[in-house]
């Protein structure tokens, strides 16, 4: 029943910022030791973990992204959020949310991510960023 789907505008330009959202369904985001991530998969290389905004607020980011990186939330809607800033043609990937419940803090930052070790993902969002 828990549904995660994510949205986002598919083509963006280098230097630009892309937002992307996170659509719950099945689940308040708000609920109790849930952690809410981002995750991205740049074509033939792995998994890499973004960052996550648990049930409290708490947010956690990649440091290697962090310097550009946005998560946040709207509980009315409950929708989580990313945006990722001044784009870069390497940062072309697959766009994923996923959330993860009652595991600790280093569990919800492995990077690179363990898929065994999240609960629900959604199918994924493309991102391309070209001029």
């Known amino acids: 029943q828990v549904q995660l789907q994510e949205s986002g505008p598919g083509l963006v330009k280098p230097s630009q910022t892309v937002s992307l959202s996170c659509t719950v369904s099945?689940?308040?985001?708000?609920?109790?030791?849930?952690?809410w991530s981002w995750i991205r998969q740049v074509p033939g290389k792995g998994l890499e973990w973004m960052g996550v905004?648990?049930?409290?607020?708490?947010?956690y980011y990649s440091p290697s992204l962090k310097s550009r990186t946005s998560i946040s939330r709207d509980t009315s809607k409950n929708h989580v959020s990313l945006q990722l800033s001044s784009l870069i043609p390497e940062d072309t990937a697959v766009y994923y949310c996923?959330?993860?419940?009652?595991?600790?803090?280093?569990?919800?930052?492995?990077?690179?991510?363990?898929?065994?070790?999240?609960?629900?993902w959604g199918q994924g969002t493309q991102v391309t960023v070209s001029s």
């Open positions: 996923a959330a993860v419940r009652s595991r600790p803090v280093c569990v919800l930052t492995s990077d690179p991510p363990v898929p065994g070790q999240y609960n629900y």
């Open positions: 099945g689940v308040a985001i708000t609920t109790n030791y849930y952690a």
């Open positions: 905004i648990a049930y409290d607020g708490s947010i």
